[in-house]
């Protein structure tokens, strides 16, 4: 696979998300690479927009950043961070996490919503960011119990 979209090669194919086929790629200028999930629903793309759009200039180790979406031929494109770790759904399969690592590790959740919801350069009668799909699929955890909120 080497197909080019815009900046950003596609390399390998993963496991496909909720939103459409994800692709690890290499965007120009990087020397991470980056995961890039083709938007199937075209009904999706505004929301992403504009959670983009609201999170830009948010900088904060706990959450993870959508880098951009982008328009290509076929469609559109939502590139991504790639994250060091695995979710927390398959840290709970693989059996009990001692207390004081889980309740270090949803303190650190609980600072990248807060973070999310009193933003800085906001309007102040604009609401805070809410993620509306908080679930161990979308908090990942990297090597020394650091966490990311997706």
Same mark, same amino acid.
């Given at each position: 696979? @080497?197909?080019?979209?815009? %900046? ?17 790629? $290499?965007?120009?200028?990087? %020397?991470?690479?980056?995961?890039? %999930?083709?938007? $199937?629903?075209? @009904? ?15 900088? *904060? ?20 961070? %790639? ?5 927390? @759904? ?8 001692? @207390? ?5 590790? &949803? ?11 009193? $933003? ?9 960011? &809410? *993620? ?5 699929? *979308? ?12």
């Amino acid at each position: 696979m @080497s197909e080019v979209l815009g %900046t950003i090669q596609l390399i390998a194919a993963l496991r496909p998300g909720p939103l459409g086929p994800r692709r690890l790629a $290499r965007a120009v200028g990087r %020397t991470r690479p980056v995961i890039v %999930t083709l938007l $199937r629903d075209r @009904s999706v793309v505004g929301a992403i927009e504009d959670r983009c759009e609201r999170l830009d200039g948010l900088r *904060h180790p706990a959450l993870g950043r959508v880098r951009a979406v982008i328009r290509y031929q076929g469609g559109l494109a939502m590139v991504e961070d %790639t994250l060091d770790g695995v979710p927390f @759904s398959m840290l709970i399969e693989q059996g009990p996490i001692p @207390s004081s690592v889980a309740v270090a590790m &949803i303190r650190r959740v609980f600072r990248a919503l807060h973070i999310g919801w009193n $933003r800085t350069g906001r309007e102040p009668a604009e609401p805070g960011l &809410i *993620h509306g799909d908080l679930n161990p699929d *979308h908090v990942w955890v990297e090597p020394g119990a650091k966490v990311k909120v997706l």
